[in-house]
T-cell receptor
Framework: EAQVTQNPRYLITVTGKKLTVTCSQNMNHEYMSWYRQDPGLGLRQIYYSMNVEVTDKGDVPEGYKVSRKEKRNFPLILESPSPNQTSLYFC??????????????FGPGTRLTVL | LAKTTQPISMDSYEGQEVNITCSHNNIATNDYITWYQQFPSQGPRFIIQGYKTKVTNEVASLFIPADRKSSTLSLPRVSLSDTAVYYCLVSGTYKYIFGTGTRLKVLA
C-alpha cells in the first residue's frame, strides 16, 4: 500500500531535549516536505526536499533541521525544542513535475507537546 | 508566492451543491491551483487540480475564470461525510502556502 508513515504519532517532551520525528514514504517520490499545523494558522511549510541531499527552507524553518540521506526518508530534527514548537506536524511526499510538484500525499501526523 | 483568501466557514445541507471560492489575485503564469480536504486529526487529501477553465473528476469540479484570479471548488450533492476543512493552494514552485482553509459543515 502506497503511504507516508510518521513516527512517533504522539510525543510529549521537555524544553531543550533533542528529538527526531521520522518520515518515510514507499512511493519513490523525489519531493518530501514537512508542515506544522496550528489552530487558526492553517498548514505552514517548514522545510522541503527535492531529492537526496537537496533541501530548502519553507515558510517557518527556525528551530528545525532536516536531512535527506535516502530517497524514502526525511526526518525532522528539533535540536532544542521550545514550547512554541508544540504543534501537529505533517510529512508529505510527491513526484516532481517540470517546475512544480504533483499531488502531495500526507502522513497521519505527529502531535508534539513541548513542556 | 500567491496568497489565497477563502471564507472561514460555510454551512450546507445534505444533497445540496456547495461552491467554495478562493481568491488569488497575485497568481503567476506558471502557478497551478490545487484543492485539498482535511478531516480532523488527519493529513490533507488531494481533491482536484487545475490551471485554467474547468476540471472535473469523480468527486468535484474546479472552475477557473480566464483571468485566473479566483477559483471555485464545486462539490455536488454533499453528504455528512463531506464535513471537513478545504484548502485552496496556489503554487508553481516547490514552496507551498496553504492558508487557513474553509471549514465546511454539512447538516442533516
Amino acid at each position: 500500500e502506497a503511504q507516508v508513515t510518521q513516527n512517533p504519532r504522539y510525543l510529549i517532551t521537555v524544553t531543550g531535549k533533542k528529538l527526531t520525528v521520522t518520515c518515510s514514504q514507499n512511493m519513490n517520490h523525489e519531493y518530501m516536505s514537512w508542515y506544522r499545523q496550528d489552530p487558526g494558522l492553517g498548514l505552514r511549510q517548514i522545510y522541503y526536499s527535492m531529492n537526496v541531499e537537496v533541501t530548502d527552507k519553507g515558510d517557518v524553518p527556525e528551530g528545525y533541521k532536516v536531512s535527506r540521506k535516502e530517497k524514502r526518508n526525511f526526518p525532522l530534527i528539533l535540536e532544542s525544542p521550545s514550547p512554541n514548537q508544540t504543534s501537529l506536524y505533517f510529512c508529505a511526499s510527491s513526484l516532481l513535475l517540470a517546475g512544480a510538484t504533483d499531488t502531495q500525499y500526507f502522513g497521519p501526523g505527529t502531535r508534539l507537546t513541548v513542556l | 508566492l500567491a496568497k489565497t483568501t477563502q471564507p472561514i466557514s460555510m454551512d450546507s445541507y445534505e444533497g445540496q451543491e456547495v461552491n467554495i471560492t478562493c481568491s488569488h489575485n497575485n497568481i503567476a503564469t506558471n502557478d497551478y491551483i490545487t484543492w485539498y480536504q482535511q478531516f480532523p486529526s488527519q493529513g490533507p487529501r488531494f481533491i482536484i487540480q487545475g490551471y485554467k477553465t474547468k476540471v472535473t473528476n469523480e468527486v468535484a469540479s474546479l472552475f477557473i475564470p480566464a483571468d485566473r484570479k479566483s477559483s471555485t471548488l464545486s462539490l455536488p450533492r454533499v453528504s455528512l461525510s463531506d464535513t471537513a476543512v478545504y484548502y485552496c493552494l496556489v503554487s508553481g514552485t516547490y514552496k507551498y502556502i496553504f492558508g487557513t482553509g474553509t471549514r465546511l459543515k454539512v447538516l442533516a
